[in-house]
T-cell receptor, first 113, second 112 residues
Framework: KAGVTQTPRYLIKTRGQQVTLSCSPI?????VSWYQQTPGQGLQFLFE???????NKGNFPGRFSGRQFSNSRSEMNVSTLELGDSALYLC????????????FGNGTRLTVT | GESVGLHLPTLSVQEGDNSIINCAYS??????FIWYKQESGKGPQFIID?????DKRQGQRVTVLLNKTVKHLSLQIAATQPGDSAVYFC???????????FGQGTRLTINP
């Protein structure tokens, strides 16, 4: 069974631009979550979508947004990029039930210059 | 508040020895815990999980122990191999929410 797929693997953007990252979950998984990983802050939760609805949200500014499509694929968007947005963005999928393990993709490495 | 921490940022062991990685959590309402392994350039890889109604769970070469009294869990890796070199994270999942709270991670280095 294919794992979680994230595209692109690498991105370089300049301050002020916007970016869209894509995630394809494991087949059958209806929950998709996004995390930001940085050396200083570690892994931090951005948001979670289940059946096209945002179900949970972390403490990130409104510049970070996401959506989920009917096939469970998800995208996240970051507008008005700042240097501090440089990070590894990870997507995880699960069945979305209590005690469902989350499985991660290999992430998108975003560099903002 | 929620926080999950690991006792040591780095751990170095000899190949073939057993490794023990520790983690403390603060949310007594947490009911599900997961250990992940992250290798360079990759995302976190699921290793093993444990629910709060258990105190021990075993997988292939790995064992997770949960002590709810002191809010502590550990990951034991038997007969460590070079391929076990990675950063290990414990993560906590609260009730009814698919929101993982991660610790800072322990970098495990295997010496030949």
């Amino acid at each position: 069974k294919a794992g979680v797929t994230q595209t692109p693997r690498y991105l370089i953007k300049t301050r002020g631009q916007q970016v869209t990252l894509s995630c394809s979950p494991i087949s059958g998984h209806r929950s998709v979550s996004w995390y930001q990983q940085t050396p200083g802050q570690g892994l931090q939760f951005l948001f979670e979508y289940f059946s096209e609805t945002q179900r949970n949200k972390g403490n990130f500014p409104g510049r970070f947004s996401g959506r989920q499509f009917s096939n469970s694929r998800s995208e996240m968007n970051v507008s008005t990029l700042e240097l501090g947005d440089s990070a590894l963005y990870l997507c995880a999928s699960s069945f979305g039930q209590t005690n469902s393990p989350l499985h991660f993709g290999n992430g998108t490495r975003l560099t903002v210059t | 508040g929620e926080s999950v921490g690991l006792h040591l940022p780095t751990l170095s062991v000899q190949e073939g020895d057993n490794s023990i990685i520790n983690c403390a959590y603060s949310n007594s309402a947490s009911d599900y815990f997961i250990w992940y392994k992250q290798e360079s350039g990759k995302g976190p890889q699921f290793i093993i999980d444990i629910r709060s109604n258990m105190d021990k769970r075993q997988g292939q070469r790995v064992t997770v122990l949960l002590n709810k009294t002191v809010k502590h869990l550990s990951l034991q890796i038997a007969a460590t191999q070079p391929g076990d070199s990675a950063v290990y994270f414990c993560a906590e999942l609260g009730q009814g929410a698919q929101k993982l709270v991660f610790g800072q991670g322990t970098r495990l280095t295997i010496n030949p």
